[in-house]
């Protein structure tokens, strides 16, 4: 299983609303991202956990708040974002962060902010 | 600093080969990857060379490095319809082991 799972799918949320975007997999794998992607661009790489913990942030605002409960699950907490936050958000993994390996995607949470 | 470069715009005769390139920055680099991503979709893992590797090939994908000009190609032969798609070329960031840089992506579009 090379599955990486993200929901929902599609959201649209106000400036003012508190959301939770949430990625899981079961394939072991013990480091897990969070990319922004916005059109016609590549991902941009925001979070990576490694064994649960944050080893990267790619100095984005608070208002964007990760969380690694268990090493199968990954959340991204968003709160006050802005029209500009509306993108594509996936989650990716890999075996552990430690060295140089493959980063398996999943399909993406697309956001719309109003 | 790291930089991955690609065309933007390529268009192929369906049946035909596609070759897409990418030149790529950092010697480093262990893997050298190719993503593919739909309409609307998310990044799938097509194919990733070693760079200790000069070819790769698997069924209708071919990749070729040449290590000395940073130079990385996919080869789609047979190109169909269901190749219609955003090809990202990525290099393993060599000072961090959780980084993969992007290019900015090739757009294939097939005609028929």
């Known amino acids: 299983d090379t599955e990486v799972t993200q929901t929902p799918k599609h959201l649209v949320m106000g400036m003012t609303n508190k959301k939770s975007l949430k990625c899981e997999q079961h394939?072991?794998?013990?480091?897990m991202y969070w990319y922004k992607q916005k059109a016609k661009k590549p991902p941009e790489l925001m979070f990576v956990?490694?064994?649960?913990?944050?080893?990267i942030n790619e100095s984005v605002p608070s208002r964007f708040s990760p969380e690694c409960p268990n090493s199968s699950l990954l959340n991204l907490h968003l709160h006050a974002l802005q029209p500009e936050d509306s993108a594509l958000y996936l989650c990716?993994?890999?075996?552990?962060?430690?060295?140089?390996?493959?980063?398996?995607f999943g399909p993406g949470t697309r956001l719309l902010v109003l | 600093g790291e930089d991955v470069e690609q065309s933007l715009f390529l268009s192929v005769r369906e049946g035909d080969s596609s070759v897409i390139n990418c030149t790529y920055t950092?010697?480093?680099?262990?893997?050298l990857y190719w993503y593919k991503q739909e309409p609307g979709a998310g990044l799938q893992l097509l194919t990733y060379?070693?760079?200790?590797?000069d070819m790769k090939q698997d069924q209708r994908l071919t990749v070729l490095l040449n290590k000395k000009d940073k130079h990385l190609s996919l080869r789609i032969a047979d190109t169909q319809t269901g190749d219609s798609a955003i090809y990202f070329c990525?290099?393993?960031?060599?000072?961090?082991?959780?980084?993969?840089?992007f290019g900015s992506g090739t757009r294939l579009s097939i005609r028929p």
């Open positions: 394939m072991g794998h013990r480091a």
């Open positions: 990525a290099e393993g960031e060599g000072s961090s082991a959780s980084k993969i840089i």
């Open positions: 950092d010697s480093s680099s262990t893997y």
């Open positions: 990716a993994s890999s075996q552990d962060g430690v060295k140089q390996e493959t980063q398996y």
């Open positions: 060379i070693f760079s200790n590797m």
């Open positions: 956990y490694s064994y649960e913990k944050l080893s």
